[in-house]
């Protein structure tokens, strides 16, 4: 449900589950979860996740949201460009 200690219940799990399947679904579930409760758990999870395969649904879910720590989130996971020469 959308409630906000399931949803801390699901951030739970993803953060203690080694498999990269299972976090993916926990991903998806976030991102259906159509409650403002999720955006922080996505945001920290976008952080920190390092496995390609998962941040593809963790971002996929991320679009299902518009807010500052998401976009914020996202940014930090983007390479710095360097300035173009002049």
Do not use: C, M
Request: glycine share 6%; aromatic share 6%; no cysteine.
């Amino acid at each position: 449900s959308g409630k906000q200690i399931n949803i801390q219940a699901v951030v739970d799990a993803f953060l203690q589950e080694s498999h990269w399947g299972a976090r993916a679904e926990f991903a998806t579930a976030l991102g259906d979860a159509n409650h403002g409760a999720a955006i922080e758990g996505l945001a920290q999870l976008i952080r920190s996740e390092s496995e390609p395969r998962v941040l593809v649904n963790l971002l996929r879910a991320a679009a299902n949201y518009r807010s500052p720590a998401i976009s914020a989130a996202i940014q930090t996971r983007l390479p710095i460009a360097a300035p173009w020469p002049t």
